[in-house]
T-cell receptor, first 113, second 113 residues
Framework: AQTVTQSQPEMSVQEAETVTLSCTYD???????LFWYKQPPSRQMILVIR??????QNATENRFSVNFQKAAKSFSLKISDSQLGDTAMYFC??????????FGGGTRLMVKP | DSGVTQTPKHLITATGQRVTLRCSPR?????VYWYQQSLDQGLQFLIQ???????AKGNILERFSAQQFPDLHSELNLSSLELGDSALYFC????????????FGEGSWLTVV
């Protein structure tokens, strides 16, 4: 069974600064994927970034990047140059072989002006 | 816009009633997933369909049922509604294989009074 753990229920960051959200996971899959989703106040679930476990290079999408440490089963999300629009709930997630996502409990991020 | 369409966006109904939530997946996606998110809760996987067949079942109550039709749209039926069923119900879709990105609809807000 997959488990995904986010140990930071809430975080805050000043606008334009950098923040890192933590995620650890456990999986029995030999080849797997990891995702970060963002849920702003509108409650829509928006894909932020996707990482394939067999790729050593960390995924990057504009201001969003991950630090994927396979041996430690750690998948943190770094947000650079934080913007007010980044204020949201962030969920780490991993799919099983059937592509069913298991989500972490979420981290509520507040970007302060 | 994720390409996943859910209707209705909001509904209010009384305890004991039955409602149907509808979902149209992204063009080309064969897999449909249903998730439930209660207030301040994470996302709970309910059920997955792939090309018309049930693929996986999560924490779905017996009072709930779902199906995927030949045109690939899906419906989630919730019956004998209780106050605790009030939640945001997400439909999501993907091409189906592990690691394929799962795109979420905007959700259907259900309030049971």
């Amino acid at each position: 069974a997959q488990t995904v753990t986010q140990s930071q229920p809430e975080m805050s960051v000043q606008e334009a600064e950098t923040v890192t959200l933590s995620c650890t996971y456990d999986t029995s899959e030999s080849n797997y994927y990891l995702f970060w989703y963002k849920q702003p106040p509108s409650r829509q679930m928006i894909l932020v970034i996707r990482q394939e476990a067999y790729k050593q290079q960390n995924a990057t999408e504009n201001r969003f990047s991950v630090n994927f440490q396979k041996a430690a089963k750690s998948f943190s999300l770094k947000i650079s140059d934080s913007q007010l629009g980044d204020t949201a709930m962030y969920f780490c997630a991993s799919p099983n072989a059937g592509n069913m996502l298991t989500f972490g409990g979420g981290t509520r991020l507040m970007v302060k002006p | 816009d994720s390409g996943v369409t859910q209707t209705p966006k909001h509904l209010i109904t009384a305890t004991g009633q039955r409602v149907t939530l509808r979902c149209s997946p992204r063009s080309g996606d064969l897999s449909v997933y249903w998730y439930q998110q209660s207030l301040d809760q994470g996302l709970q996987f309910l059920i997955q369909y792939y090309n018309g067949e049930e693929r996986a079942k999560g924490n779905i109550l017996e009072r709930f049922s779902a199906q995927q039709f030949p045109d690939l749209h899906s419906e989630l039926n919730l019956s004998s509604l209780e106050l605790g069923d009030s939640a945001l119900y997400f439909c999501a879709s993907s091409k189906g294989g592990q690691g394929n990105t799962i795109y979420f609809g905007e959700g259907s807000w259900l309030t049971v009074v």
